[in-house]
């Protein structure tokens, strides 16, 4: 069951068509957290079905008419957990089972001393390599190297679903950026609001489902041209 | 002469139809240029050689070069616009969407009641440019 020292916690996971996987994933994530928000972006496959039958285990949906994207989705899902006056930390949590459990719990830990505002999911933090092929890889690294240079920090890691920040940075993003695009303006908003943050060495799992499933790296392109034409 | 005819009653039509629509200023503005736009048109089909007496003086050679250039122009400033526009309306969906998935949401809690709680913070309508 849920552990009572993240009665606070509220994790986000935006959802699009992960209805092999959503059960398992919600499953797992219920086992530490008791309160789990699923955006599901007009999902065609179920999945929000799928969600709506854990209800009893603490996961609430929420369903988007239209696809809108996964910033969006993380837009909607801070603004309903932020109307729950006993929230007190986030954690953003992608629904293809790319994420581990553990590792979000000791972010949200981190979070919960106070130490830092917003703890950054990072894959490549201490040097690590990060299970993923070499093309993606050298994508990835191309995106830090780029969003650290116009957004003024120096990550290990830009473009990592998984987050825990508390109310007060919640309060303070406004995403626009519906698509991809939010990894980007996630920080620069961070920075802007002059929040806390710090990074979190972080396993990603590259399973065949995910990989299949995951951003084609064209979506790169179409990435930066979004952030170029603001 | 038949194809002079049909081109202006083509440009006419044209015209006449991106005149409808509602807007202010800007519209108004765009309703002018359009105006503009059909006129020349018409001079240039009455009078094919004056679009290559303008592109002489202009140095641009033959009359369809300066069409072409002038179209290009014209068709990434209407890219550009469309662009905004696009992207105005995305906004404003994705607001409305919003709205709709938490004003369709469970109450966060048991214990906090009411659905209205959900959202009230943040992302009113006024919030969407
Ligand atoms: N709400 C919403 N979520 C999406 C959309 N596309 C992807 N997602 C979710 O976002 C999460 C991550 O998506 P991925 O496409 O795997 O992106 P990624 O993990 O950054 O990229 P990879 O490293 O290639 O896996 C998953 O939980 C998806 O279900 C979308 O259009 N809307
Ligand atoms: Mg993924």
């Known amino acids: ?230 | 002469m038949f194809i002079k005819i049909a081109l202006i009653v083509a440009v006419m039509a044209v015209a006449l139809f991106m005149l409808r629509g509602q807007g202010a200023r800007r519209q108004a503005l765009r309703r002018l240029g359009l105006l503009l736009f059909a006129a020349l048109a018409v001079v240039s089909i009455v009078f094919p050689d004056s679009l290559t007496t303008v592109a002489q003086r202009l140095n641009v050679g033959r009359g369809a070069d300066l069409l072409l250039y002038v179209l290009i122009v014209v068709f990434f400033s209407y890219v550009a616009s469309r662009y905004v526009r696009d992207r105005r309306s995305a906004q404003q969906l994705t607001a409305l969407a919003r709205r709709l998935a938490l004003d369709e949401a469970p109450p966060p809690r048991e214990c906090v009641a009411g659905p209205e709680v959900a959202g009230s913070e943040a992302a009113g309508p006024a919030e969407v440019a």
């Not at chain 1, 909607?76 to 007190?88: F, K, R, S």
């Not at chain 1, 001393?113 to 490549?124: A, H, I, K, N, Y």
């Open chain 1, 1 to 230: 069951m849920a552990q009572a020292r993240f009665d606070d916690v509220w994790v986000v996971i935006p959802v699009y068509n992960e209805a092999p996987v959503l059960a398992a994933v919600l499953d797992d994530v219920t086992g530490t957290f008791g309160h789990v928000c699923v955006v599901d972006d007009c999902s065609t496959d179920g999945s929000d079905a799928i969600a709506r039958g854990l209800s009893g285990r603490g996961v609430r949906v929420l369903r988007h008419p239209i696809n809108l994207g996964q910033g969006a989705a993380l837009q909607t899902g801070l603004e309903y957990v932020l109307a729950d006056p006993l929230m007190g930390r986030v954690v953003t949590f992608d629904a293809d089972g790319q994420h581990h459990v553990p590792d979000a719990a000791a972010m949200a830990e981190r979070v919960g001393t106070g130490e830092l505002d917003v703890v950054l999911g990072s894959r490549f933090l201490g040097g690590a390599k990060g299970a993923m092929g070499g093309a993606k890889r050298l994508v990835l690294k191309a995106a830090v190297a780029y969003t650290n240079l116009s957004v003024g920090m120096k990550l290990t890691d830009t473009h990592n679903g998984l987050r825990a920040m508390n109310r007060q940075a919640a309060q303070a993003l406004h995403l626009t950026q519906n698509g991809m695009a939010h990894a980007t303006e996630i920080l620069e908003q961070i920075k802007r609001a002059g929040l806390r943050y710090g990074e979190h060495k972080v396993e990603i799992s590259y399973s065949p489902y995910a990989k299949a499933k995951g951003q084609s790296l064209l979506n790169s392109v179409n990435i930066l041209v979004d952030l170029m034409l603001r």
